[in-house]
């Protein structure tokens, strides 16, 4: 075993054997092939190109050297595309602040069956006089990079969940093509994640809309591990066993306390919005570039629901018939 691997669990190495073609013996000549490719992309700043950082990419594309340097353009590329994004990229900055504060994302402290970490999404949530989508997607993407970190994770994955228990249909018209296009290229283009599965749960029809909308932008592997359980609840625990979830999806673990990630990387003053110094992340892997930022997201403050919501609980609501016929046009 080299260095690179230590503190794995012998099952994780297996693992990352089998399913990933992770060979320690040429561990080190792997990451230096992907390293050689550097060359050729001289309109990017690699900012960081060290061993372990590269091996994440490795075993997010399983050791295809080729697939692995092109996530790692991606990865840095992105962030010089986007430059606003990553200014201030820590979790002390106001707006990701906020987002961690409202729940964006949830992080559960247990991990499924397969080791893979749980990340919730309460879409309700969103106030969009308080938090711009992109600072949502800003927290999202830190907290990525935290979990990361771990080797376990790198080889393990994620998996996400969305509520979309009382998303409304104004909420959903805020939710442009463009900002769409942006979260999928910063997530399923350009991080270093293995994502096993995208579960939507309580999704009102105009989120089927949605998904349809953004359709093209999806590979086809995302695409086959995105799936649509409706208030089907059952089908979700086929996938995720009812004791690695809270209560909110059917499962054997209390409800979510929206706070627990928050205060995991904005320490036990959290909540003071104030005034604050602690950070516990800060990301470096930016280079300095024009910015194509999505901008026009208003930011606002909502409460989560606390219950499942029912079928034909969902309204089209606060909406116009001209803002209504609006949004049916787009998503057409």
């Known amino acids: ?97 906020r987002a961690l504060i409202d729940g964006f994302p949830g992080v559960l402290e247990k991990r499924d069956h397969y080791g893979r970490k749980i990340l919730l999404l309460f879409a309700a949530n969103w106030d969009q006089s308080r938090n711009s989508f992109t600072d949502i997607l800003r927290a999202i993407l830190l907290s990525l990079e935290v979990l990361i970190e771990d080797q376990e994770l790198q080889i393990n994955g994620f998996i996400l969940i969305v509520d979309w228990s009382n998303f409304s249909f104004k909420q959903a018209s805020k939710l442009t093509p463009s900002i769409l296009k942006l979260a999928i290229e910063g997530l399923q283009d350009s991080f270093p994640a293995r994502f096993g599965g995208v579960h939507f749960v ?44 809270p209560s909110e999806f059917g499962g054997m673990l209390p409800p979510y306390d929206m706070g627990t990630w928050a205060r995991t990387l904005l320490g036990p003053d959290y909540s003071d919005e104030n005034e604050y110094t602690h950070t516990s992340y800060n990301a470096m ?35 116009g018939e001209s803002e209504n016929t609006q949004l049916l046009l787009a998503l057409d």
């Open 285 to 319: 892997h930016v280079k300095h570039s024009s910015s194509n930022l999505e901008r026009g997201c208003s930011p606002k403050h909502m409460t989560r629901s606390q219950s499942v919501v029912e079928p034909g609980m969902l309204k089209h609501e606060e909406l």
């Open 1 to 97: 075993m080299t260095h690179l691997q230590t503190g794995l669990s012998p099952e994780t190495i297996e693992k990352a054997r089998l399913e990933l073609n992770e060979n320690p013996d040429v561990l080190h000549q792997d990451i230096q092939q992907v390293r050689d490719m550097i060359i050729t992309r001289p309109d990017i700043g690699f900012l960081r190109t060290d061993d372990a950082f590269i091996l994440r990419f490795l075993r997010a594309r399983k050791f295809h050297q080729t697939d692995a340097f092109r996530l790692l353009a991606q990865y840095f590329q992105y962030r010089q595309l986007n430059l606003d994004m990553f200014k201030n990229f820590k979790a002390d900055d106001p707006g990701i602040k």
């Open 202 to 245: 309580n999704q009102p029809w105009y989120i089927h809309a949605l998904y349809t909308l953004i359709k093209p932008f999806l590979k086809d592997k995302t695409r086959k591990r995105i799936f649509l359980h409706g208030n089907n609840l059952n089908s979700l625990h086929q996938l995720i066993h009812p004791e690695c979830l």
